[in-house]
């Protein structure tokens, strides 16, 4: 076997070493009745050439040449060449978690620069080295709120990801945790504002809303603010398209933020690994979950990183921790942070601003069309938008198909109310052409007789 | 940016061994954070024309327009490629040596799996791209099921868990809904007082109370104990196996057999399966529910902490609670119409289209005979059609967003191709020599708490060591010295001053030998010269950090000097 770094010879001395007569010695505590006395069946071993035949053959079953306006959650934006020569570096891929400050320190620094990058994103004090990804990060932070206000509620806005809301409703499940959903003022797209205020009690721990929010709409955050804090509820805001914050406001009036940063630089990987993210304010850090990066000194006055407050964490506090979270998706932050210094500071407006641009100049020509309309104008977006046909989507996407274009997805499936809507995404990888390409298949509606 | 020239102060400390030495006078040594080396104007970008109108963006945005843009580095690419470089060469790392930190199984990462996930049409295929142009993939996470539940002798399995303790948490979730379907919900997790810290913080999320269990004088479960504190408030019992201490419940079954008895059920947390694949299932010996760290059994890279991949495995009874939602396969020529319309012409006919004729070759010796007593698993497409059911009204629902991280599961995949059923087996049986090897060497020297056969680990304490002031803390220090990442500090909690070695099957005889050799080193050392083991170590870029000051002042954060 080509991974093992042991002839049979050594197998043979070393036994002899340890005193045993043969490998069976050494299992001899298992009960024979449960020893497996057969091959596993599974695939014989397989050359590394058979392997890539494999893969490489799953991955055409795909169909990789297809365009799509999918957006909903995991975006598809270009990725630096860099990012994947730095990660696969053995350095960073083969080691683990940074007990051991000595010889860590370049996870360590890595991780402190994440802190500190998604800290400016988004306009919080503190960020913590991740999550598994933002619906199990908006769980968490509903948890920690509920942790700091010592309050059991909370109010949940329609418009946060239905897959983030069903996460948060596993998480609560067991918890006596009652949460009240808030629905979303048609026009706009936004969060009802009003039956918000109404949601929200003195016994509500926090409001969780989206912005971008799932329909693509920027929540007006300030508002929402307002309200959480004037009955002493926490805010937390859930990021799913972390790009947007190039040129979207940062929720600075929030106290948690739950971010998936799966747009800076992660492969789509059909949904995972991504890489989730709190932040919050500096005053409610030791009720937050997960690992912390954090500056000292050693010895000799030089600075160095260490993994700190672990006090906070199941492996020191263990049914007492804030969570039972261990192991992170450190690697992912590491493609993020690495995504965040090749754009920097001009480049991640530039980008923001060509995302943008894409999804209006598509949302426009979509909607153009006869028989389409934009759904929730009254409202400034990123680069989602939501579009209402005459036809049903059914019948218009496998057109679009024919054309090997992905076109929006259904909201029906989760708002049965949004009949014919469904949610469209152009990032800045999304070409002219493909766009107008996708109109023109939309307009070719079959003439009904 | 400030740089200290001052370097070579470490150096300057007696008593390293002499090959350590090292010249550190370039600023690799002193990267700065990317925020010192920023300079307005310098970028690493470029952004092809825009081809659609430009907007007025700040009309369009309104009062939710940035205005202030976050104050993120500016640097050009090859000063990126160099502060990645520079940070990473301060890290150790499985591909630089032996890394036996007990538990987490650091074992060779392929490189082919690294290649295979980042073939274009698994690693761009969007989440919700319609299911008939998913097939691939969803193959991938039907081959991968099927192997996982051969190798733990399971009935059925969810990829979605992100790691190990969310795996526990989705375990544990399944055995209260069961309970809750069979009318109690019950009250309380037993958990033992060697397991992993995440065992008792997953069954207090779950709205249990953790009941510590005491183990017995051979470091396992003690049955009378055991009988004793299972009753009919008891949801289950999370068994590591084999355990923290790297031993192997001999009495696994009448563990089993005793929670059945009261309705309870064994959960097994699966951290330590590296000393179980191939040899023995857990399904085979009673254990109701189960997660797998892919991470550590199966050798997807551990990237500095993660991502991981906790699969939860359970038996048939447990199935109908299983995270939404879950992958099955419909029948050649079934009508479906999830996606957008018809898609009968998408399904597959049970053939092997699309895949090499080798992965049909039966699996045969080099002697011409047949090996195993059974077929070996088709590797090609087994026909019909892959989809994700929703509509599982017993679920416990879902446990993240989409359906896993699909990435690893490329790569753990490709793992179990590669070796195949005799290379499983041989990998661990490998891990238990190199663990036991180990153990001979060093048993002399270092107190061994627990005389118990051992698996794939071995646990030492530092008693003899800790009576000239050296703590396991101070040996796992010195072994950096000695060119080897620590194994694990002072867990299991049962054993005080506790030194938690897992060497995994990567480690040559050669590389153990350098093991071996450096602790029984430092062993001396402890006795001649404790005073260098507790300073150590001597050989690193920075000494030893004030961990305190960290935690009593948090910087979490880079911010610019006031000006």
Redesign the interface.
């Known amino acids: 076997?080509?991974?093992?770094?042991?002839s049979d010879d050594?197998?043979r001395?070393?036994?002899a070493?340890?005193?045993?007569r043969s490998?069976d010695d050494?299992?001899?505590?298992?009960?024979a009745e449960?020893?497996?006395g057969?091959?596993?069946?599974?695939?014989?071993?397989?050359a590394?050439s058979?392997?890539?035949?494999?893969?490489?053959?799953?991955?055409?079953?795909?169909?990789?040449d297809?365009a799509?306006f999918?957006g909903?959650?995991?975006y598809?934006h270009y990725r630096?060449v860099?990012i994947?020569?730095?990660?696969?570096?053995?350095?960073?891929?083969?080691?683990?978690?940074?007990?051991?400050?000595?010889?860590?320190?370049?996870?360590l620094?890595?991780?402190?620069?994440f802190?500190?990058?998604i800290?400016?994103?988004t306009g919080m004090?503190?960020?913590n080295?991740?999550m598994?990804?933002?619906?199990?990060g908006a769980a968490e932070a509903v948890l920690m709120a509920m942790r700091v206000t010592g309050r059991q509620k909370a109010v949940v806005a329609a418009t946060v990801?239905p897959?983030?809301r069903?996460?948060l409703?596993?998480?609560l499940?067991?918890?006596?945790m009652p949460t009240a959903l808030v629905g979303y003022h048609n026009e706009t797209g936004r969060v009802d504002l009003e039956a918000l205020a109404a949601a929200v009690s003195s016994e509500t721990a926090a409001i969780l809303v989206q912005s971008p929010n799932f329909f693509g709409v920027?929540e007006?955050i300030?508002a929402i603010a307002e309200i959480a804090h004037a009955k002493g509820a926490l805010l937390i805001v859930s990021i799913a398209e972390a790009v947007s914050?190039?040129?979207?406001?940062?929720p600075v009036e929030a106290d948690i933020v739950s971010m998936e940063a799966q747009s800076f630089g992660v492969?789509?990987?059909?949904?995972?690994?991504f890489c989730g993210v709190i932040a919050a304010r500096e005053q409610f850090?030791r009720q937050m979950p997960g690992?912390?990066?954090?500056?000292?000194?050693?010895?000799?006055g030089?600075r160095?990183?260490?993994l700190?407050?672990?006090?906070r964490?199941?492996?020191?506090?263990?049914?007492?921790?804030t969570?039972?979270?261990?192991?992170?998706?450190?690697?992912?932050a590491?493609m993020a942070t690495?995504f965040?210094?090749?754009?920097?500071?001009?480049?991640?407006?530039?980008?923001a601003?060509?995302n943008?641009?894409?999804a209006?100049?598509a949302a426009k020509t979509l909607s153009a069309l006869s028989g389409t309309k934009l759904r929730f104008k009254g409202a400034?977006r990123f680069h989602e938008f939501v579009l209402q046909t005459d036809e049903a989507?059914?019948?218009w996407?496998?057109r679009l198909?024919d054309n090997k274009i992905?076109g929006g997805?259904e909201l029906s499936r989760w708002y049965p109310e949004l009949r014919n809507c469904t949610l469209w995404c152009a990032t800045?990888v999304m070409?002219?052409e493909t766009?107008d390409a996708a109109a023109k298949v939309l307009a070719a509606a079959p003439v009904e007789a | 940016m400030t740089m200290?020239l001052d370097t070579n102060?470490?150096e300057a400390k007696p008593g390293g061994p002499h090959t350590l030495g090292k010249v550190r006078t370039h600023p690799t040594q002193n990267?700065a954070?990317?925020?010192e080396k920023?300079a307005p104007g310098?970028?690493?970008?470029k952004?092809p024309p825009?081809?659609?109108?430009?907007?007025d963006?700040s009309s369009?945005?309104?009062?939710?327009?940035?205005?202030t843009?976050?104050?993120?580095?500016?640097?050009s690419?090859i000063e990126?490629?160099r502060?990645?470089?520079?940070?990473?060469?301060?890290?150790?790392?499985?591909?630089?040596g032996m890394?036996p930190?007990g538990s987490?199984t650091?074992k060779?990462?392929?490189r082919?799996n690294?290649?295979?996930?980042?073939?274009?049409?698994?690693?761009?295929?969007?989440?919700?791209?319609?299911e008939s142009?998913?097939?691939?993939?969803l193959?991938?996470y039907d081959?991968l099921q099927r192997?996982l539940l051969?190798?733990t002798g399971m009935d059925a399995i969810t990829l979605q868990p992100?790691?190990?303790?969310?795996g526990?948490?989705t375990g544990i979730?399944l055995t209260?809904a069961w309970h809750e379907s069979q009318g109690n919900?019950r009250t309380k997790i037993l958990v033992p007082d060697s397991a992993?810290?995440?065992n008792?913080?997953?069954?207090?999320?779950?709205?249990y109370t953790?009941e510590n269990i005491k183990s017995n004088a051979d470091g396992g479960i003690d049955l009378e104990g055991l009988a004793r504190q299972v009753d009919e408030n008891t949801a289950a019992l999370m068994l590591t196996n084999p355990s923290t201490l790297g031993?192997?419940e001999?009495e696994?079954?009448k563990i089993a057999d005793i929670l059945h008895a009261k309705g309870a059920l064994l959960y097994m947390d699966g951290a330590n399966m590296n000393a179980l694949?191939?040899?023995?299932?857990p399904g085979?010996?009673g254990v109701d529910v189960m997660h797998l760290?892919l991470?550590k059994t199966f050798?997807t890279?551990?990237?500095?902490?993660?991502?991981?991949?906790g699969p939860v495995a359970c038996k048939k009874f447990l199935e109908p609670f299983l995270?939404i939602p879950v992958l099955v396969r419909d029948e050649y020529g079934a009508k479906h119409c999830t996606?957008?319309?018809d898609w009968e012409d998408t399904n597959a006919e049970p053939t092997a289209d699309?895949?090499?004729p080798?992965?049909r070759?039966p699996?045969l010796k080099p002697d011409g005979e047949r090996?195993?007593?059974?077929?070996?698993?088709?590797?090609h497409p087994l026909g019909g059609r892959l989809r994700w059911e929703y509509n599982r009204p017993h679920s416990?629902?879902?446990?993240?967003?989409?359906?896993?991280?699909?990435?690893?599961f490329?790569r753990a995949l490709?793992y179990?191709?590669?070796?195949?059923?005799?290379?499983?087996?041989?990998?661990t049986?490998?891990a238990?020599?190199n663990a036991?090897?180990i153990r001979?060497?060093l048993e002399d020297l270092y107190e061994l708490p627990y005389k118990?056969?051992s698996?794939h680990e071995v646990v030492f304490s530092d008693r003899r060591q800790a009576a000239h002031g050296v703590k396991t803390g101070d040996i796992?220090?010195r072994l950096?010295d000695y060119g080897f990442?620590?194994y694990t500090?002072s867990?299991p909690l049962i054993v005080h001053g506790a030194l938690m070695i897992e060497p995994t099957?990567?480690?040559?005889?050669e590389?153990l030998d350098l093991f071996v050799e450096a602790m029984r080193s430092i062993a001396r050392e402890a006795e001649e010269n404790p005073e260098l083991v507790k300073t150590a170590?001597h050989s690193?870029?920075?000494?030893?950090?004030?961990?305190v000051?960290?935690?009593r002042k948090?910087?979490?954060?880079?911010k610019p000097e006031k000006q």
């Open positions: 076997m080509r991974y093992l770094p042991k050594e197998r001395q070393m036994l070493e340890i005193g045993a490998i050494l299992f001899a505590i298992i009960p449960y020893r497996l057969r091959d596993l069946n599974v695939p014989r071993q397989q590394e058979e392997i890539i035949a494999y893969f490489r053959a799953a991955g055409q079953k795909n169909a990789t297809y799509s999918l909903a959650g995991a598809r630096p860099i994947d020569s730095l990660v696969q570096r053995g350095e960073f891929l083969t080691s683990y978690t940074p007990y051991q400050a000595e010889i860590t320190q370049g996870t620094q890595a991780i402190f620069e802190q500190t990058m800290a400016e994103l004090d503190v960020a080295a991740s598994y990804d933002g619906s199990t990801h897959e983030y069903e996460v409703h596993t998480y499940r067991y918890r006596e920027i007006d300030p914050l190039g040129i979207v406001r940062p492969a789509l990987s059909y949904g995972g690994p850090v690992r912390l990066a954090g500056q000292t000194v050693d010895g000799a030089n160095g990183f260490v700190t407050l672990a006090t964490e199941q492996h020191i506090r263990r049914e007492k921790a969570s039972n979270i261990c192991t992170n998706q450190a690697l992912v590491l690495i965040l210094a090749v754009y920097g500071k001009e480049g991640m407006r530039e980008l601003e060509h943008l641009a894409k209006d100049y400034p989507p059914a019948a996407s496998r198909l992905v997805i800045e070409p002219r766009i | 200290n102060k470490a990267e954070l990317m925020f920023s310098k970028r690493a970008y952004l825009l081809d659609v109108p430009a907007v963006f369009c945005l309104g009062k939710a327009y940035r205005q843009p976050a104050q993120l580095p500016e640097l690419e990126i490629i502060h990645f470089t520079r940070l990473s060469t301060w890290n150790y790392a499985i591909d630089l890394y930190l987490c650091m060779y990462n392929p082919v690294e290649f295979v996930a980042r073939i274009e049409g698994l690693a761009e295929a969007h989440p919700y791209r319609p142009l998913a097939q691939g993939i193959e991938i081959l192997c051969e190798i992100a790691a190990g303790a969310h526990e948490f979730l209260r919900p992993h810290g995440t008792p913080a997953t069954a207090a999320i779950v709205g953790v031993v192997f001999d696994i079954h694949v191939g040899k023995v299932r085979d010996f760290n991470h050798s890279p551990h990237g500095g902490g993660g991502p991981g991949s995270p996606d957008a319309g699309g895949c090499p080798l992965f070759a699996v090996v195993g007593d059974s077929e070996p698993m088709p590797l416990v629902g879902r446990v993240r967003a989409f359906y896993g991280n699909t990435g690893m490329i490709a179990i191709l590669a070796n195949g059923p005799d290379g499983l087996r041989q990998t049986e490998d238990v020599l036991n090897y001979k060497k118990t056969p698996m796992a220090k950096i990442h620590p500090v867990f099957e990567s480690e040559s005889r590389e170590p690193t870029r920075v000494s030893r950090l004030d961990e000051q960290a935690a948090p910087i979490l954060r880079w």
